[in-house]
């Protein structure tokens, strides 16, 4: 069974950091493309970074540019978001999603993890 | 960066009816478009991808259309379990938008 499980949300202070991970389990990690989402409280879906299956192309929605690093270690079957420069309007609940290899969309989605910036 | 626009952001509807939400792109996105259910709580769900391709287990009332820049789903006959939030998103480039959202909600 296909699961991915969020870790490492809470609660940060404007201009801090947190560091998300990811753990896959049940299929092949190290063969899928992978990527971050985030759902503000009563708000629609916004994609945040995405990542090739080997590593070494990332990408990141304009809102996240230069704050945020997408990476993963295939060894450990976990895919990471580290999110710096903090700011009220990264609140939300941030999932980790598969790219399928025959849809090429996002066909397993973890069940997301809440990160709040206040002081 | 292409931007989605999708329409209505909120449709009535009762059980039987047919059901259409129209999604936007700024520039051409060719076929590369999915549509995705979302219910409350829960994780979305993929239902149509490259614009008109069913996903593995989902109901045939479901179907998607369109090129270009403009795009549709439909569902045929709307059954209790459809009343959700339905999310359209291009894949063209990999800055993967999403739209806004359209909310299916009982008349």
């Known amino acids: 069974e296909v699961q991915l499980v969020e870790s490492g949300g809470g609660l940060a202070q404007p201009g801090g950091s947190l560091r998300l991970s990811c753990a896959a389990s049940?299929?092949?990690?190290?063969?899928?493309?992978m990527n971050w989402v985030r759902q503000s409280p009563g708000k629609g879906l916004e994609w945040v970074s995405a990542i090739s299956f080997h590593g070494t192309d990332t990408y990141y929605a304009d809102s996240v540019k230069g704050r945020f690093t997408i990476s993963r270690d295939n060894s450990k079957n976990t895919l990471y978001l580290q999110m710096d420069s903090l700011r009220a309007e990264d609140t939300a609940v941030y999932s980790c999603a598969r790219v399928g290899l025959t849809t090429a969309n996002f066909d397993y989605w973890g069940q997301g993890i809440l990160v709040t910036v206040s002081s | 960066d292409i931007q989605m626009t999708q329409s209505p952001s909120t449709l009535s509807a009762s059980v039987g009816d047919r059901v259409t939400i129209t999604c936007r792109a700024s520039?051409?996105?060719?076929?590369?478009l999915a549509w995705y259910q979302q219910k409350p709580g829960k994780a979305p769900k993929l239902l149509i991808y490259k614009a008109s391709s069913l996903e593995t287990g989902v109901p045939s009332r479901f179907s998607g259309s369109g090129s270009g820049t403009e795009f549709t789903l439909t569902i045929s006959s709307l059954q209790p379990d459809d009343f959700a939030t339905y999310y359209c998103?291009?894949?063209?480039?990999?800055?993967?938008?999403f739209g806004l959202g359209t909310k299916v909600e009982f008349k």
């Open positions: 049940g299929f092949s990690f190290p063969s899928y493309a």
């Open positions: 998103q291009q894949y063209n480039t990999f800055s993967r938008a």
């Open positions: 520039q051409s996105i060719s076929s590369w």
